[in-house]
């Protein structure tokens, strides 16, 4: 029988690729996310090219109450899941502190911190129960580091790395896994979202070099998954070889 992820943001970027690859390779999925027409999309996509079960869930994971709701309706069956996968997030806005937009502040805090929280407080007495489970947190470089301009956005991926720690020993004696995966630039929707739908300032961040692209992330996450039951990838960074830190880049004329 397969085994069940649950992946959060599942309509683009890193969440849609993690999806394809994992469903190709035994994964049942439950993919989660706000656009409902991009996840019948993707669910009929991987019905041709998988043969992995899927459930779709359409909700807000900013509202505690659609989450629950939306864990709720799942088959009892559905609910055993192997591997959550936390991968909703984003950032809005590159103004400094004293500039910032709280609505902004609110977005990403809401959805990257409180988001990752509501859904793992669901999923996660499951796997205490049955002894077994992994949790994969996406965090960023901006985990890592501050960079100027990224205030919020740099505190609530520091916030995703603590979690993952604390995750790990309030787990450790539950024979759960838990992984954080912190990328340098992808080229997903990631920057089209910070900018807010400028796609020129967008396409800049990436010219000049070649980024990361979602399906590095994806297989990065296929492999910590597919270890063995002794084996536990506790922290990965991955960056573009062009990219030695947060505003580190290498870029050709």
């Known amino acids: 029988m397969n085994k069940i992820a649950l992946i959060t943001g599942a309509t683009a970027g890193i969440g849609q690729a993690t999806a394809q690859v994992l469903g190709k390779n035994g994964f049942d999925l439950i993919l989660t996310g706000r656009?409902?027409?991009?996840?019948?999309?993707?669910?009929?996509?991987?019905?041709?090219?998988?043969?992995?079960?899927?459930?779709?869930?359409?909700?807000?994971?900013?509202?505690?109450?659609?989450?629950?709701?939306?864990?709720?309706?799942?088959?009892?069956?559905?609910?055993?899941?192997?591997?959550l996968?936390?991968?909703?997030?984003?950032?809005?806005?590159?103004?400094?502190?004293?500039?910032?937009?709280?609505?902004?502040?609110?977005?990403?805090?809401?959805?990257?911190?409180?988001?990752l929280l509501y859904i793992t407080r669901l999923v996660s007495p499951q796997m205490v129960k049955r002894g077994s489970g992994h949790i994969v947190n996406i965090s960023s470089i901006a985990g890592r580091e501050a960079y100027a301009n990224g205030n919020v956005y740099c505190a609530t991926k520091h916030a995703v790395q603590a979690l993952t720690q604390g995750m790990r020993i309030d787990l450790l004696h539950h024979g759960i896994k838990v992984s954080s995966v912190a990328p340098g630039a992808v080229n997903t929707e990631f920057s089209l979202v910070r900018f807010k739908g400028n796609e020129n300032k967008a396409n800049d961040v990436y010219k000049g070099f070649t980024p990361l692209y979602a399906e590095d992330i994806a297989e990065t996450i296929l492999f910590i998954?597919?270890?063995?039951?002794h084996v536990n990838i506790d922290d990965v960074l991955i960056m573009p070889t062009a990219q030695a830190f947060s505003r580190g880049f290498h870029k050709e004329d």
């Open 35 to 83: 656009r409902k027409d991009r996840l019948e999309e993707l669910k009929e996509g991987l019905a041709k090219e998988s043969d992995c079960r899927i459930i779709t869930l359409n909700f807000d994971i900013r509202n505690l109450d659609e989450t629950t709701k939306a864990f709720d309706s799942l088959p009892e069956e559905w609910k055993a899941i192997d591997v």
């Open 85 to 115: 996968v936390n991968n909703a997030g984003l950032a809005v806005g590159l103004e400094p502190i004293q500039e910032g937009v709280v609505d902004d502040w609110e977005r990403m805090i809401d959805t990257n911190v409180k988001g």
């Open 225 to 229: 998954v597919t270890r063995p039951s």
